[in-house]
């Protein structure tokens, strides 16, 4: 209520409305009826994947949940995951007689769709759907992937439970057995993105902004239970809590820093007219915290790491080069701060 009064006093007081008030608090429900995810059994709700590790196969549910948990690795710092998993992977519950899956798969917010791929062949994650939240300090995509049928339009509104397909087994490495719902909730990079496809990357990007490469996701299923038990949650408090800086990256004056205007809760200092920035970013790539700095930056340059014993490539989803606590960028990383600071 306060809130609400508030907005309302600023929008009177300036005479003009702020963008940031008419915003709706993030209400969540999850995309299909299988809400095993609050049971105290989760391997009912996420479908495993196909391991193979030291001569053994396996099928580990682990292997469908948010986060490095996929590709495990023997190092110095133990047994590791060094494949990072951007989404959920949620089992469908009902089946046809073929075993054909039948669960209806429904928005998990009030949003509005943004991109639609209706063609299996154009993406790993087969035919998928990407739509807009306007949650209270930004806007957010979920994505729905490996998706049998689409049944709603770029462009049209949504409301949280709304049906916008059929659960399906489209895309790359995945079948009928393994069908299942890839979800994702992300940040939006840089809407200069189907211009640095052209220039860095291989292919036809036939996703505009709405490639996956230009979305980076949060722990969704963390969301999902975190937002059950505060009801005014926001993402910069969900990422403050649950994606902890892993390593900063110092970037040139001139970058067109989008996530900084797009997100305000990144930015940790007033945001100057020109000057070089560091931002911080989780192990997932999550740029988390962006703050300038004095000085001049020639080029983008690690200038803090989490100290390691292994390899800071297998913790940072290869983006990072060194072990120790020294570290480089990739070309891979070096692609990835090329696009968030807008040069390329
Ligand atoms: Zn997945």
Redesign the pocket.
């Known amino acids: 209520m306060y809130r609400q009064a508030l907005c309302l006093y600023v929008i009177a007081a300036l005479g003009m409305a702020n963008p940031l008030c008419a915003r709706d608090a993030m209400k969540l429900s999850l995309p299909t009826e299988n809400t095993s995810i609050f049971s105290s059994d989760p391997s009912q709700f996420y479908m495993y994947t196909n391991r193979s590790f030291e001569g053994r196969s396996t099928k580990p549910w682990e292997g469908g949940t948010y986060g490095f948990s996929r590709n495990p690795k023997r190092t110095a710092d133990g047994l590791i995951n060094t494949r990072l998993?951007e989404?959920i992977?949620i089992r469908p519950i009902r089946r046809d007689a073929n075993g054909v899956p039948q669960d209806a798969v429904r928005a998990i917010s009030d949003g509005k769709v943004m991109h639609t791929c209706v063609q299996s062949g154009q993406s790993n994650y087969g035919r998928y759907v990407v739509i807009e939240h306007q949650w209270k300090d930004g806007n957010y995509y979920s994505l729905y992937a490996h998706l049998n049928s689409i049944s709603v339009k770029p462009g049209q509104s949504v409301k949280r439970g709304s049906p916008i397909g059929v659960l399906g087994y489209t895309g790359r490495g995945i079948n009928l057995t393994r069908a299942h719902l890839?979800l994702e909730v992300n940040l939006f990079l840089h809407s200069g993105f189907p211009r640095y496809h052209d220039k860095a990357l291989s292919g036809t990007n036939h996703h505009g902004v709405f490639n996956g490469l230009n979305l980076v996701g949060v722990n969704v299923a963390e969301l999902f239970k975190q937002s059950r038990r505060d009801d005014g949650l926001t993402i910069a408090e969900f990422i403050a809590k649950n994606h902890p800086p892993h390593y900063r990256v110092a970037i040139p004056d001139g970058s067109r820093l989008e996530i900084v205007a797009r997100y305000p809760w990144i930015s940790k200092g007033k945001k100057p007219s020109s000057g070089p920035w560091e931002i911080s970013f989780s192990r997932e790539g999550i740029p988390v915290a962006a703050r300038p700095i004095t000085g001049t930056v020639q080029r983008p340059v690690v200038t803090w790491v989490k100290p390691s014993k292994t390899y800071h490539s297998y913790l940072t989803k290869g983006y990072l080069t060194g072990s120790g606590s020294k570290a480089g960028l990739s070309s891979s990383g070096m692609g990835y701060i090329q696009l968030i600071s807008g040069k390329f």
Do not use: E, F, P, Q
């Open positions: 998993h989404g992977d890839h």
